[in-house]
């Protein structure tokens, strides 16, 4: 069963498609540096694992290490290319979702742009062996490129939504049945960058430049041919078809839901920690103001005790100076407390409201998770979060802890404790309104049930 991606706190993704303007057309991922880095060294250290496992303990991987400690395992090589594949393939899916809603919605009825995502050349100069494979998958995502020509026309005048769309589908199927034959073959015969153009041809499969191109050589039985042909190895993989729009639209629902009730939260966290910052900040000022002031009284007295004592003009000139640097000093010292209690006085009153936004959030968070539980038709649901068989075992266990967390219901501590707890009220609150939205089509009570208690905790 294909989980409907709603989770925040899932896996990081691979970003095919670079930044393009309205209109749409074709499929868009959103990313941010950070997570691409953070990607990337996920990356590839599974690259390095894949060759280690592919060719043995003796063998120089792309970083130019040796393989010390592991051996030639080709079904454990092949297990590490599909996984890859399938993570890629799921926000491949994500995004193209996302790109027909649109165009089904009418948000893309004007002139629009051609695009294929391809391989770079001059972005890959000087990658060789495996760094070509990761500069493929997106290291620093540069070697693909947007090939891109300005096309003045209105394709609505010429060819309906519903054929574009039916020829997409069409040209994503086929691709995607050559790629689930071919995750069967060995790591050898089946090599990662052998995948990587797979996965290209699959996004590529799901533009409107692939759909026309491809509109004149195949026809409504073809799509109807080809369509059965992947259900029926999605159906053999234990893979549930594209949602449908009923689907798609409950998702949004939740989805746009159980986002703002965590992000209130988040920043409301944030905002309570930056004021903690600020009145740190300003006790320390305060505490070196006041030692500065201390130090520059006894300066002050010290300098008209050697003026009393003076033996001459010279040294009783010296001893005004110095009276006269240490006051200066004073009067800044007594500054730079008064403004750091300034700011310690706006930073409290700031950090009290944030904390009862933290709390009202939490609430919430806690509110709708605790309405689920309590709640007969979707109670079971909880249970049910970690068995999607499209989890890695890692993952799975991750939830089942969550799970077993929440149940305790522990008292909180700290605020590192709640913290965790809304991390995890958020986790299992996604992945449940994902299932939720699978069925909405056959069980639309469920859905009813869950929007009656987003309604009670906004």
Partial sequence: ?????????????????????????????SFDQGMVSKFNAALKQQYSEYECYRFGPTHIDFQNKVCAGFVEDPAKAAAIRNELIETALSFIDESYLNFISDIQAG?????FLLDLVELGTTASVGITN?????????????????????IDVNFYKETTIPILISKMDDNRAHVRAVILQRERANAADYTLGAAVSDLVNYFNSGTLVRAFTQLQIDTAAA????????????????VRKAPTAIEIEAMKKISDFFDTVWEKYRD???????????L?????????????SAGADQRIADAKARAAAAPNATAKTQAAADQTKAEADKIKAEAEKTKAQAQKAAAEPAKATAITA????????????????HDTRLSPLIDKVPNDPTFVPAFKARLQTIIQRLKQKAPLANN????????????????????????????SSLFEHLQEIMKANQ
């Fill in 1 to 29: 069963m294909k989980r409907i991606a709603l989770s925040l706190l899932l896996p990081l993704i691979v970003a095919f498609a670079t930044g393009c303007p309205q209109p749409k057309y074709r499929p868009t991922m």
């Fill in 107 to 111: 948000r893309d009825r004007n002139n």
């Fill in 130 to 150: 495996g760094e070509r494979t990761l500069q493929v998958l997106g290291v620093a995502l540069t070697a693909f490129r947007g090939g891109r020509k300005s």
């Fill in 223 to 238: 799509t109807r041919e080809s369509e059965k042909r992947v259900e029926d190895l999605k159906a053999a993989a234990g």
């Fill in 268 to 278: 409301a966290n944030n905002s309570v920690k930056a004021e903690e910052a600020r």
């Fill in 280 to 292: 740190t900040a300003a006790d320390q000022a305060i505490v070196k103001a006041t030692s500065d």
């Fill in 358 to 373: 933290r709390d009202k959030a939490f609430s919430n968070l806690k509110g709708t998770y605790e309405a689920i539980e």
């Fill in 416 to 443: 590192q404790e709640k913290e965790q707890a809304a991390r995890d009220y958020a986790t299992i609150l996604h992945l449940l309104g994902g299932m939720v939205a699978e069925e909405v089509g056959t069980d």
